[in-house]
């Protein structure tokens, strides 16, 4: 079993939609990110939580310690929004074990 | 936000040679920079945590001696493919650490023929 599993693997959504993609992990972390990669593979950190909720314009994070459980959200979902988003736990050392990504596109 | 530079962004190499990646942080001391391998269709796997002026630590399965590891400041990092071969060809991602953030750079793919 991935120390990160991510759902679900493909969306597909038309603009304007609300968007939802979770993280579950199994391991103790002292951070989760949230990071967005683009076609051309560079990657845009997102979001790093510790707990609670944050929000950066259309995007919300939220995570629950107790649960090991995060969600990613995008509000008014846009076709510049499609990527590949991932998430990724950070280990005591700051090192990162991510998981697979979910790879959103959004229709016009 | 902080930036992290890679170059080159892309490289073409034969194999059996070597090809040097850098890892700059622009404007934040890195006191620890670590690098990432991407193969298609995969996930980001951690090859190495390199801390200023120690040596790096590998991941299980990272030949030390293939991908070398040199991080001589706060602010550059390097790795070096010796003796590339195809099966070397993947997307490399550096980061840097400061304090409780991390930041990216935005990655070199390197193809070997």
């Known amino acids: 079993k991935n120390e990160v599993e991510q759902s679900p693997q493909n969306l597909t959504a038309q603009e304007g939609e609300f968007i939802t993609i979770n993280c579950s992990y199994s391991v103790g972390i002292s951070a989760l990110h949230w990071l967005q990669q683009h076609p051309g593979g560079g990657i845009v950190s997102l979001f790093m939580?510790?707990?609670g909720k944050k929000k950066h314009g259309r995007l919300i994070a939220t995570i629950n310690i107790q649960e090991k459980h995060s969600s990613l959200h995008i509000t008014a979902s846009h076709p510049r929004d499609s990527a590949v988003y991932i998430c990724a736990v950070e280990g005591s050392q700051g090192n990162l074990i991510f998981g697979k990504g979910t790879k959103l596109s959004v229709k016009p | 936000g902080a930036v992290v530079s890679q170059h080159p962004s892309w490289v073409i190499c034969k194999s059996g040679t070597s090809v040097k990646i850098e890892c700059r942080s622009l404007d934040f001391q890195a006191t620890t920079m670590f690098w990432y391998r991407q193969f298609p269709k995969q996930s980001l796997m951690l090859m190495a945590t390199s801390n200023e002026g120690s040596k790096a630590t590998y991941e299980q399965g990272v030949e030390k001696d293939k991908f070398l590891i040199n991080h001589a400041s706060l602010t550059l990092s390097t790795l070096t493919v010796t003796s590339a071969h195809p099966e070397d060809s993947s997307f490399y991602i550096c980061?840097?650490?400061?304090?409780?953030?991390?930041?990216f750079g935005p990655g070199t793919r390197l193809t070997v023929t």
């Open positions: 939580l510790s707990s």
């Open positions: 980061s840097g650490r400061a304090a409780y953030e991390q930041y």
